[in-house]
Every structure is written in C-alpha cells, then in structure tokens.
C-alpha cells in the first residue's frame, strides 16, 4: 500500500510538471509566432525602402536605369 501511494504521489508529480511544461510551450509557440509576423513585416517595409531607394537613384541618375 504504502509503494502504491508513493507512485501515486510521484505520477501526480510528473503530470504536474508536464502541464507546466505544456503552458510554456504554448506560450513560448504563441511568442514566437508575434517575432514570425513582425519579422514578416519588417522584411516587407526593407523590400519597399529597396525598391524606394532605387527609384530615387534612378531619378537623381545615380545608376542606369
């Protein structure tokens, strides 16, 4: 009797530290998808200063056109 509440004890240890586990993942998932559509839109406005940049200097006859 004793060894079966000691297990028991110990399988409620375990469930209690992979339902920790789970709620960090699901944040670190959650947070890391926030830092995937930032990146995305960042990526987006570079493509734009790029294609500015280059009217700029096309206009200024700074490159060939």
């Excluded at 509440?5 to 960090?24: F, G, K, M, P, S």
Aim: net charge negative.
């Amino acid at each position: 009797m004793e060894t079966d509440n000691l297990i028991l004890e110990l399988l409620r240890a375990i469930r209690a530290t992979l339902d920790q586990h789970t709620d960090e993942l699901r944040e670190i998932r959650g947070r890391l998808g926030n830092l995937e559509h930032q990146y995305a839109g960042l990526s987006t406005r570079f493509d734009r200063m790029d294609e500015r940049l280059a009217r700029v200097e096309r206009r200024l006859d700074l490159i060939e056109a």
